[in-house]
């Protein structure tokens, strides 16, 4: 597995790190906890060295998971995690509260490594900005933790380029994590030249499109009523029947190089830029494999021109949350 290091930090991790959320939440019904630690370990077998979670994710039964997987192998992974909610054991997906009160974080901190059973947190995000709370705040609350070794980097999740800013100048921000993939491109615009000029990696979220852009959905595919996906307005009936162009883009594409969809989408994202590192989640085995081939997809400077191309003839129907969530990104 090829490396990579975030920015200009001393955070060098595989090409391709594991989002571990959909194993516990979001997605449905939480999985069988001794099969998922069984694809996190053949994960770790294949190379992936960077893992992520958060106290949101369950609430607090993916963090355990990824503990109770990960722990007895602490000197081989790295651990990123988040906070910023108010959490209530049971809640939905979109129902927690914000809260990045300083105290808060810190107590975040502290439950998160007994969850984790670890002895600092590799990389601790804020899950989502908190316009309560001065972000020169937030930043120095995690500088606090990382100066008493509970914490080794401050990340930063769906946040705008004048917070990155701000946080930055209190606490270097090692890495932003930000939905990115080839149908939610918006980074582009100020997020990514942001992070190159400050020398911060980006760890895209979502890169697979939660699932869209596999190829393993069409307009008869329905989602439960405790699967995230039903709320979103990119995941209707019409939304998709439109959106399938950028399937058939990147089948095209994946009959030349002889790889999947997926493997395509993920090897446009890695293209992108050298501190771009994609953590697309699976809870199976053959997928795991199926993503990480995608390190070995080699597109041209001609590929990429022609997919982009491509992809700006294509319109992209409907948002990618609903309202009230989307009020919390880009802040």
Request: proline residues 6%; neutral net charge.
């Amino acid at each position: 597995m090829q490396k990579r290091k975030l920015g200009k930090s001393n955070l060098e991790v595989s090409a391709l790190g594991l989002g571990c959320m959909g194993m516990s939440f979001s997605y449905g019904a939480a999985h069988d906890e001794n099969e998922m630690i069984a694809v996190i370990h053949k994960a770790v077998d294949l190379g992936v060295n960077f893992f992520d979670t958060a106290e949101v994710y369950g609430p607090f039964t993916n963090e355990l998971l990824v503990g109770k997987a990960l722990s007895p192998i602490r000197d081989k992974v790295f651990i990123a995690t988040k906070f910023g909610f108010n959490c209530v054991p049971g809640g939905k997906p979109g129902t927690q509260t914000l809260n990045s009160r300083p105290e808060h974080i810190k107590e975040v901190a502290d439950a998160s490594l007994k969850r984790l059973n670890i002895d600092s947190i590799d990389l601790f995000y804020q899950h989502r900005v908190d316009p309560a709370v001065p972000i020169e705040d937030v930043a120095g609350a995690v500088r606090d933790l990382i100066h008493a070794g509970k914490v080794k980097h401050f990340g930063l999740s769906e946040a705008g380029a004048k917070t990155i800013r701000r946080a930055h100048a209190v606490q270097p921000v090692t890495a932003l994590q930000s939905e990115y993939s080839l149908w939610w491109r918006a980074p582009e615009a100020e997020i990514i030249p942001t992070l190159e000029e400050l020398g911060i990696g980006l760890v895209p979220y979502s890169p697979l499109g939660k699932g869209f852009l596999t190829g393993r959905m069409d307009q008869s595919t329905t989602f439960a009523g405790n699967d995230f996906r039903s709320q979103l307005p990119r995941f209707t009936p019409e939304a998709i029947a439109v959106n399938l162009a950028f399937v058939d883009l990147l089948r095209r594409i994946a009959e030349e190089k002889r790889a999947t969809p997926a493997q395509i989408a993920l090897s446009w994202l890695l293209a992108q830029k050298p501190w771009i590192v994609p953590i697309p989640g699976t809870t199976k085995v053959s997928r795991l494999e199926e993503n990480i081939g995608a390190v070995s997809v080699q597109l041209s400077s001609a590929d990429l021109r022609a997919i982009n191309d491509a992809v700006a003839q294509l319109p992209v129907e409907g948002e990618r949350y609903p309202e009230h969530l989307a009020k919390m990104t880009g802040l």
